[in-house]
């Protein structure tokens, strides 16, 4: 291998072949270690949709109350 990761566009899941096509969009932050950077070809990036972290945290805290209440 050649030790140059391979990058997946988001917005249609192909591989990104050209380095100079790839566009960062976003870092998604892991559970447990650093996370991992999102890309997109440059013609997609507007076509990659991104859910608001903000909103997403509280989200989840709600529905993590409503699965505790129902058990």
């Known amino acids: 291998m050649s030790g140059t990761a391979v990058r997946v566009c988001r917005a249609c899941d192909e591989p990104i072949t ?9 870092h998604e932050l892991g559970n447990s270690g650093p996370g991992w950077d ?3 070809h440059r013609d ?3 076509d990659v949709e991104q859910a608001d972290p ?3 945290r509280i989200m989840t805290r709600i529905w993590t109350v409503r699965i505790q209440a129902e058990q």
């Open 18 to 26: 050209d380095p100079a096509d790839a566009v960062l969009v976003a």
């Open 38 to 40: 999102v890309y997109a």
């Open 44 to 46: 997609h990036v507007d």
């Open 54 to 56: 903000d909103l997403l």
